[in-house]
């Protein structure tokens, strides 16, 4: 699904003494098709910028085009109705979501919402349940039963039974372990490579998962998209990164780091452990080169 | 004297399973100590332990020379050893930041003139100058961390348990946190406890305890564990990543050394460039 | 439309109303509102009028925003003038349309209460405007200490007080979050019957609940952390100074109430 945001600004309360702007006059666009990334300091504009692109928000300013939708100003609620079934929100905290008896009640809850029969919405959240790693057992539990892990899960699971083409994600691993945070972006990668049009956008403060998963990175600073590149050119441009107070994915700050204080020039985007071991081991083997 | 003390303490919430086995362990004064595991280890129920909020089922915990289960001593116990909480925003009692910071002085029966010293100290060594009047929902993540510490060494503690204090938070906050803490213990002379997941995190304590399935399976300097990766796998932790790449390089007949950081790794590998 | 009402809502300033005692307020508005009900002396209900124009240019809260917050309220002022309009039956009658009859003492009793009900809100809205939660908690909690001795638990309620308002700004971001989260869900809660509608909030209702007691619970282990055990031997980190200031401004408000009482008898 194509994204597309012009000149947009939004500001919270707007008009009284609490007035707080979170997007200044921002455009950025998102290709169909892709995983991308955007990167900021909380307060940055993010999490308003993606509340935008399903229409949770409409634009104070400017023009949102979210595959054939456009949201202006003006757009009227029931004109976005349809974007809901299109566009799924992961937001952070998921679990906080989970109301239904059981697991599989909860996550029918949005199939249901679409105007899907009983057959087919249980059919829908089984497979979004069974995607999510949940165990068949679960079913019939109650959500509060899982434990945290398992309820993270349970609520992506509502939202991917939705059957969504775009899927908009923030911060769906934070508080996680190192082994459920992989587990988590592994399912997210998988599930938008399936599909030629399925499209994510993810905000996300852990650059380790943002170098490894995101075909584009955008950085959002002070309610403004200023740069958009590929993991590989943002991630080694060191002074850039600085200027923005940006961290470098642990991979690419070790090599850095290591260029740095050998003096040896090598190619420091590597973002997995398996790639960084190898340009180790070649810069130690006799400083080869490969760029 | 060692200022915690934990002799073959296990815990149970059913009376069935116990969920801390056996565990002893103790801590000196201006020690860090990291407790580390997986989620469901036992590590959080262990830190709670330490304060009298669980009591053990079984053997005893001495803090601050104050055994847990006694009544009589276990508030002025907790003055002496106070805690941070993983979830940032259930824990700040007060509606501004000042009155929060006062809370524990307010409980402990402080007087208005020393509390209001001790709470401006607080403000200045926390770095949350100009944030006293906050509301702590006005506060990011890292700011209210560093509010609860700010309300502990108020009370000017002995010891600090941390119990997955940054979790929550993201890498500014998160380093925020670690600072402030590097130097109440290396500084102040705390003792602190950090329960953590994050290997990365622990290899700054002077001491890492592994808790698995309830039990206690190692008690070292973080570079001596890290030269056996097996026993932290087995515990269901993450290598930090020079740790890793030191042990990948040993098996291809390289000497990196036993590096706990990213900065000891890249010292030893540049001899050999 | 919530996001105006400013009922309830602080803003910070430095202003001579800002700056008084919270016990001065919390009195001086007991007074107003006792005594503004007792006079129909329209010299009284002008020096009322006088006392809150004052207040309120005093307090330097900005005009647009303060009518802007207190319209949705004069609704109440409305519909109380129209409901004394129509059903006394005083006085000459001024306007006769088939069932519906006019009288002079309509339109007398309804501008009275109107004009004391509008007073009282202005004059309420400012202390709320000036005057932060916690200073207004706490001036409570010292005006009702004696109640003590009656055995009236007043620093519990205190704290309670203070803990719910701590967590009220939490508590509507965490509203507004799941909300927002179960529309992305398809969740409509504004079509259909009223029945249908009020089953739309269960997905709403429920996590709110379980978080609330969560949080309780987290909260609770906290304090006990914190060595929290009650209010006995507690001392306090707030101090309230009384001043001049607020001794003139009582003695106003009392000037008030004795002119009040003295124009009846």
Redesign the interface.
């Known amino acids: 699904m194509q994204l597309r945001v012009e000149n947009v600004s939004y500001a919270y ?1 707007p008009g ?2 609490f007035e707080a702007k979170a997007l200044q006059g921002t455009s950025v666009s998102f290709a169909s098709g892709a995983f991308h990334a955007c990167v900021g ?2 307060g940055s504009g993010k999490s308003t910028l993606l ?1 935008l692109l ?1 229409g ?1 928000l409409r634009p104070q300013e400017g023009t949102v085009y979210v595959g054939d939708w456009t949201i202006t100003p003006e757009t009227k609620q029931k004109h976005i ?1 349809g974007l ?2 299109k ?3 992961v ?1 952070q905290f ?1 679990e ?5 008896e059981t697991v599989i009640d909860d996550v029918m ?2 199939p249901k ?2 105007g899907f029969k009983n057959d087919e919405a249980r059919r829908l959240a089984e497979e979004a349940l069974a995607r999510t790693g949940i165990s068949t057992e679960l079913f019939t539990r109650s959500p ?1 039963d899982l ?3 398992q309820m993270r899960r349970a609520a992506i699971a ?2 991917l039974a ?1 059957e969504p083409e775009l899927l908009l994600l923030d911060e769906p691993t ?2 996680l ?4 945070r992989e587990s988590m972006m592994e399912l997210f990668r998988s599930w938008q490579q399936e599909q030629p049009e399925r499209t994510i956008v993810m905000i996300s ?1 852990d ?1 380790n998962a943002v170098a490894r998963y995101a075909d584009t990175v955008t950085v959002m600073e002070d309610g403004k998209a200023i740069a958009q590149k590929a993991p590989h050119e943002l991630f080694t441009d060191a002074e850039l990164l600085e200027r923005h ?1 940006l ?1 470098m994915p ?2 690419v ?2 090599l850095y ?2 260029r740095e ?4 020039n090598m190619d420091i985007s590597a973002f997995d ?1 398996k790639e ?2 190898s340009r ?2 070649a ?2 083997k006799g ?1 080869v080169q490969d760029a | 004297m060692s200022r915690v003390i934990v002799e073959n303490v296990s815990f149970s919430y059913d009376g069935e399973t116990d969920v801390v086995k056996n565990v002893s362990f103790t801590a000196a004064a201006g020690e860090w100590l990291a407790v580390t595991g997986h989620n469901g280890s036992g590590k959080s129920t262990l830190a709670r332990c330490l304060n009298g909020l669980l009591l053990p089922r079984n053997g005893t915990v001495t803090t601050c020379g104050f055994i847990t289960t006694d009544p009589e001593t276990i508030m002025t116990l907790r003055r002496r050893a106070g805690m941070v909480f993983q979830q940032p925003d259930n824990q700040l009692v007060a509606p501004t930041v000042a009155d929060d910071i006062a809370f524990g002085l307010e409980n402990a029966g402080v007087p208005y003139d020393e509390m209001k010293e001790r709470v401006e100290a607080a403000v200045k060594r926390l770095g949350l100058s100009g944030l006293e009047d906050r509301e702590p929902h006005r506060l990011s993540g890292g700011q209210k961390q560093r509010v609860a510490l700010a309300g502990i060494t108020a009370l000017k503690p002995d010891v600090i348990i941390l119990d997955e204090a940054s979790s929550m938070l993201d890498p500014a906050g998160r380093s925020d946190v670690r600072d402030v803490v590097r130097r109440l213990c290396r500084e102040d002379g705390i003792t602190v406890i950090m329960i953590t997941h994050d290997l990365e995190e622990a290899a700054e304590a002077d001491r890492m305890l592994v808790m698995r399935e309830g039990q206690l399976t190692a008690d070292a300097p973080p570079a001596e564990l890290f030269k056996k990766p097996d026993l932290l796998k087995e515990a269901g932790l993450v290598l930090p990543l020079a740790v890793l790449m030191a042990e990948r390089l040993r098996l291809e007949g390289f000497d990196p050394g036993s590096p706990t950081s990213e900065e000891e790794l890249v010292r030893a590998l540049c001899n050999y460039v | 439309m919530l996001e105006h009402v400013i009922i309830g809502q602080y803003v910070p300033g430095k202003s001579f109303v800002h700056s008084l005692d919270p016990r001065a307020k919390l009195i001086a508005v007991i007074i107003f509102m006792i005594f503004l009900f007792v006079s129909r002396d329209p010299l009284v209900l002008g020096t009322a009028a006088a006392l809150t124009v004052a207040a309120f240019l005093s307090a330097g809260i900005p005009f647009r925003f303060f009518w802007k917050g207190i319209r949705v309220i004069l609704l109440i002022v409305v519909f109380t003038f129209l409901l004394h309009l129509f059903m006394t039956r005083d006085g000459t009658v001024l306007v006769s349309l088939g069932w519906l009859t006019i009288y002079s003492g309509g339109v007398i009793e309804g501008s009275l209460i109107a004009t004391r009900l509008f007073l009282l809100i202005v004059l309420a809205t400012m202390l709320t405007l000036t005057t932060t939660p916690v200073d207004l908690t706490d001036g409570m909690e010292r005006l009702m200490h004696p109640l003590n001795r009656f055995r009236v638990p007043v620093h519990e309620l205190a704290l309670t007080m203070s803990i719910a308002l701590r967590f009220i700004p939490t508590l509507l971001t965490e509203t507004e979050k799941i909300l927002k989260a179960q529309t992305a869900r398809g969740a409509t809660f504004s079509s259909g019957s009223i029945w249908k509608r009020l089953n739309a909030f269960i997905p709403v209702l429920v996590p709110l609940f379980v978080q609330s007691f969560q949080r309780a619970e987290e909260l609770a282990e906290a304090m006990e952390a914190r060595g929290y055990s009650g209010g006995e031997g507690r001392t306090k980190f707030r101090q309230l100074a009384w001043r001049n200031r607020d001794t003139i401004v009582l003695f106003v408000f009392a000037g008030f109430g004795v002119w009040s009482v003295l124009s009846v008898v």
Request: charged content about 15%; hydrophobic content about 40%; aromatic content about 8%.
């Open positions: 309360m009284g003494p300091h909380t509340q399903n949770l109705a809901r079934r566009a799924g929100v937001f998921p906080a979501q989970l109301f239904d809850y949005g919402n679409l509060f434990s945290g892990g509502g939202v939705m934070a508080g372990d190192p082994a459920g403060h650059m107070q961290e642990d991979t700050r070790l780091r290591l204080a050998s003096g040896v452990e960084t071991f180790i081991l810069l130690l400083g």
